[in-house]
């Protein structure tokens, strides 16, 4: 494995070029869009690295046809304890819309018994970059999480997946705390409404005709009795932090993630007129702050710093002053620290004439990244459908799964295998000679 020298190289000594800049802009006025341009963008560095790398890791896939599987987000566990159990989403379609009438099979892979399928469940609440939010719950090693819809309202299902006992919570989860016991919900079927892709079809929103109701929020749910409390509403934020012309704006939240120690959470304010706006708040709702604007995506470092994508990854500090350091300069993709935060992973969206997503190490000792694969996206997997890689650790950090169509059988699950490359990180780079 051959370590690219981010100090070095041309594409990170300049700044991102006139394409890639209108992309940026344009992305922070219209949001729900950047992704869909990102995938028509080309960058040259791509082919530069791809003739600096080495023997890339293993890559094999755990899903195969006729259906198609896929896990969606990175922020969330999607392995087991033991790392020997790998959940999944499972459909008989692509390239369109889900319909209300639409049913996934939800399951969990075998790793060490051939990949083998365990059906867990259904679900008629998903979005195809989302999901259902399938995941194991933290803390517990033997129960999963996922949201459907029962009747007039979207719920969370908690199964027990030794027992086979299900039981039902009242809402849809969006994120749950590092001990387990809560979860951050957010709106839906306001989600659905203002963006596709995210939100969940089947219950229409109530308040579409609303500009920031009071009605609709984020709320905090026990995950065990099911108690459910409103923290704040869309219009709390739009009284508290009004946008330029409130008149044109429309608000919703989507995006939440919990901090390492649970005492705060982060969440995305976003809608038309609105673009997009990082809050942090106590785990109670409180002491909310605008951290950041024009904010893509992030992951916390530690409890007081974030790591966002805008423009370049930078650092964010939890204090409310919307400064940031710049850590390396790259393009969107979906990042996540490794335990020891030595090393973060993330990937990038469909690049070059070969629309080749890549997924990387960085490694911030020396500064330089580990290319880990690139995996060709068809031109039909754009917009509301398209599969982004969305790069999963295992629990000990030493595998990363990934969603992708480059196989030819559609969007599969594909796991690489990292050992080898954290086991012999890349040495600092050798200044260049002056002349």
Same mark, same amino acid.
């Given at each position: 494995m051959t370590p690219i020298d981010r100090t070095h190289h041309p594409r990170f000594q300049t700044r991102l070029p006139v394409v890639w800049a209108a992309w940026l802009v344009f992305s922070l006025v219209v949001p729900w869009l950047s992704c869909e341009v990102a995938?028509?963008?080309?960058?040259?560095? #791509?082919? /530069?690295?791809?003739?600096? *790398? =080495?023997?890339?890791? %293993?890559?094999?896939?755990?899903?195969?046809? @006729?259906?198609?599987?896929?896990?969606?987000?990175?922020?969330?566990?999607?392995?087991?304890?033991?790392?020997?159990?790998?959940?999944?989403?499972?459909?008989?379609?692509?390239?369109?819309?889900?319909?209300?009438?639409?049913?996934?099979?939800?399951?969990?892979?075998?790793?060490?018994?051939?990949?083998?399928?365990?059906?867990?469940?259904?679900?008629?609440?998903?979005?195809?970059?989302?999901?259902?939010?399938?995941?194991?719950?933290?803390?517990?090693?033997?129960?999963?999480?996922?949201?459907?819809?029962?009747?007039?309202?979207?719920?969370?299902?908690?199964?027990?997946?030794?027992?086979?006992?299900?039981?039902?919570?009242?809402?849809?989860?969006?994120?749950?705390?590092?001990?387990?016991?809560?979860? #951050?919900? /957010?709106?839906?079927?306001? *989600? =659905?409404?203002?963006? %596709?892709?995210?939100?969940?079809?089947?219950? @229409?929103?109530?308040?579409?005709?609303?500009?920031?109701?009071?009605?609709?929020g984020l709320w905090k749910m026990n995950l065990d009795t099911g108690e459910t409390e409103l923290l704040f509403s869309l219009a709390d934020i739009a009284r508290d932090y009004p946008t330029k012309h409130p008149e044109k704006s429309k608000h919703y939240f989507n995006h939440i993630q919990w901090s390492p120690d649970g005492s705060r959470f982060l969440f995305l304010n976003r809608g038309r007129g609105v673009g997009t706006r990082m809050f942090t708040a106590a785990a109670d709702g409180s002491d909310r702050r605008l951290v950041h604007l024009a904010s893509s995506h992030y992951t916390w470092r530690d409890p007081k710093t974030i790591l966002v994508w805008s423009r370049d990854y930078v650092l964010v500090d939890d204090n409310a002053s919307l400064a940031s350091t710049i850590l390396w300069r790259a393009p969107n993709g979906h990042e996540s620290y490794l335990p020891g935060n030595e090393w973060i992973v993330t990937d990038t969206y469909p690049m070059g004439s070969k629309r080749e997503q890549m997924v990387y190490l960085h490694h911030l000792p020396t500064r330089q990244f580990v290319p880990l694969g690139f995996f060709a996206s068809p031109e039909q997997y754009g917009g509301e459908w398209r599969c982004d890689t969305h790069p999963r650790l295992s629990r000990d950090g030493t595998k990363v799964c990934i969603d992708s169509p480059h196989g030819g059988n559609g969007r599969q699950m594909y796991l690489i295998d990292m050992k080898d490359i954290l086991a012999n990180p890349p040495k600092p780079a050798t200044p260049k000679t002056a002349q």
């Open positions: 995938a028509a963008a080309t960058d040259p560095f #791509l082919d /530069t690295l791809r003739r600096k *790398v =080495g023997t890339l890791p %293993a890559t094999r896939a755990i899903t195969h046809g @006729p259906k198609f599987h896929w896990f969606g987000y990175y922020d969330k566990f999607q392995f087991d304890p033991t790392d020997r159990y790998v959940l999944s989403m499972e459909v008989d379609f692509e390239h369109r819309s889900p319909r209300p009438d639409d049913v996934i099979g939800i399951g969990m892979i075998d790793l060490e018994d051939g990949n083998r399928w365990i059906e867990l469940g259904t679900s008629r609440a998903w979005c195809w970059q989302q999901g259902c939010m399938l995941q194991w719950r933290p803390g517990s090693d033997r129960e999963v999480l996922w949201n459907d819809r029962e009747g007039d309202r979207f719920v969370c299902r908690v199964l027990d997946v030794r027992s086979g006992k299900r039981r039902t919570l009242p809402r849809p989860i969006h994120h749950v705390s590092p001990d387990g016991h809560w979860a #951050l919900v /957010t709106d839906v079927a306001r *989600v =659905g409404e203002m963006r %596709a892709g995210y939100g969940y079809v089947g219950i @229409p929103d109530p308040n579409r005709d609303a500009a920031a109701p009071a009605e609709s």
